[in-house]
């Protein structure tokens, strides 16, 4: 007996109502790219390891999809985008093109995530990545995108948890904790895991103050953005090269709480990502029901450097596109135009002819048309478009073809007209379908 395949753990086919979802959410986020004049752009599926694998975080790199191709070159799936377009950035762009560049992308990422509900092993990322300016303007223009891409898909509930990576980093390195250190309390901070992060804090003899500081930082979150700045600045009055980044991340609260965003932000200090590359702003969405974030990203001003470019400062986000599905499918937020379905039946195979022209004439007035290849006659092609949907069935028989006529049945009301073919725009309206 031959086997049967299945699709590979994690991963989904896109049947037609899946696939016309994904297209719906990536309409909208064309929308935005164009807006905000964002440039569309693609990289390939495969990076070299070394790429993706630099600033991924411990995490994600061991759920990479990682081999070795003929030629011996190590290769891993994308786990994430952002690793791709700063190499592209840096080949492509970075010499030649004025700054600020602004660029989009969508398409799918690989990690060996434990398969379920909003997690899978292939899923897919529309982003959003400004290079070249660290004026805190661009990280609101990335936070004001992602409220607006959330406001255009229907979402009226949701929470932009923001917090500083820059804070955290530059505190970490007053009192003495290496840079890969600092990656490993992140990325358990970002999981969360307390315990470890407080036996790695004893393991390195950092002095029981400073630990007991970082944990009052990190207790710093809610609405109230200026008491959390005014906390930040006495806990840390000590340690003026924190400071600074206190100030940085002051200023863009403050830009944004002079905007329309300003109402679904609120400030967590404990804010971590599992990537590493983040050096100053970042957050993350939330979507109430689901407790995992729907996008996340914020500003990275040392990878472009990091992959052999010159210094920019570039700041970004990416929405997890099959998390805001789930999510907008339980709000009922997928609006599909009512759809008309045509069903064009020769009678005998000598309409064939005269039944494609006539489609072609009814697809160009915007219908979703077919002319039956199953040779079907008018009983079974009837009851086959009532049951499947059809909204109009149009018959040519051997009189009808003679005249020039088709014989038009709509299915709604019963109704039906012979008619010339060049009538046909009288009686179906033009429609405009988008998906
Ligand atoms: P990330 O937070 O790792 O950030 O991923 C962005 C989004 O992708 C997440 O918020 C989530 O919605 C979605 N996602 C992640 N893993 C999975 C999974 N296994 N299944 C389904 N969805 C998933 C990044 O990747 C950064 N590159 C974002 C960024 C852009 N930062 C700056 N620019």
């Known amino acids: 007996m031959s086997k049967m395949f299945r699709t590979v753990r994690g991963m989904r086919d896109y049947l037609k109502e899946d696939r016309w979802r994904l297209n719906y959410v990536n309409s909208i986020v064309r929308e935005l790219y164009y807006k905000y004049n964002y440039d569309e752009v693609s990289t390939p599926i495969v990076e070299f390891f070394d790429l993706v694998a630099a600033k991924a975080g411990a995490e994600i790199r061991e759920k990479m999809f990682v081999f070795e191709d003929k030629g011996g070159r190590l290769l891993a799936l994308r786990p994430e985008m952002t690793a791709p377009i700063a190499r592209l950035y840096i080949e492509n762009l970075m010499r030649s093109a004025p700054k600020p560049v602004r660029l989009g992308y969508i398409g799918t990422c690989y990690r060996y995530d434990n398969p379920q509900r909003g997690r899978y092993r292939e899923f897919w990322q529309a982003g959003f990545e400004l290079f070249g300016s ?29 917090g500083h990576i820059g804070v955290l980093r530059s505190f970490f390195s007053v009192i003495k904790i290496p840079d890969e250190l600092q990656d490993t309390i992140l990325g358990l901070l970002d999981k969360r895991e307390m315990g470890k992060i407080e036996e790695i804090m004893k393991e390195n003899n950092i002095p029981e103050n400073a630990v007991k500081l970082f944990y009052n930082i990190l207790n710093l979150k809610g609405k109230e953005y200026t008491t959390i700045i005014n906390q ?6 000590e340690y003026p090269e924190v400071l600074g980044e206190v100030e940085k991340f002051t200023i863009i609260l403050q830009l944004l709480s002079k905007l329309d965003i300003f109402k679904k932000i609120e400030v967590d200090m404990s804010l971590a990502r599992g990537l590493e590359y983040y050096t100053g702003l970042i957050f993350e969405i939330f979507v109430e029901g689901l407790d995992i ?23 970004g986000f990416a929405a ?15 609006r599909k135009p009512l759809e008309k379905k045509i069903l064009i039946t020769p ?9 494609f022209i006539t489609a072609s ?16 006659n008018i009983k079974r092609a009837l009851s086959y478009a009532v049951s499947n949907n059809y909204s109009i069935i149009i018959f040519i028989g051997e009189k ?35 998906y």
């Open 400 to 434: 009808e073809e003679k005249e020039n006529k088709v014989t038009v049945k709509k299915l709604d009301s019963g109704e039906q007209h012979t008619i010339n073919v060049e009538e046909i725009s009288s009686i179906l309206t033009p429609v405009v379908n988008r």
């Open 347 to 355: 009678l005998t195979p000598r309409q064939i002819p005269a039944c």
């Open 232 to 237: 930040l600045n006495n806990l840390l009055s």
């Open 134 to 162: 660290d004026y805190p303007e661009s990280d609101i223009e990335i936070l004001n995108i992602a409220y607006d891409l959330m406001g255009k898909l229907g979402f009226t509930e949701f929470k932009i948890k923001i």
């Open 320 to 334: 997890g596109i099959d998390r805001l599905i789930i999510a907008m499918d339980e709000r009922n937020l997928f």
């Open 293 to 315: 974030a729907v996008g996340g990203g914020g500003r990275y001003d040392k990878l472009v450097e990091l992959f052999g470019g010159e210094h920019t400062p570039a700041v």
């Open 361 to 376: 004439k009814i697809r160009e007035l915007g219908y979703k048309t077919e002319v039956d290849v199953l040779r079907r």
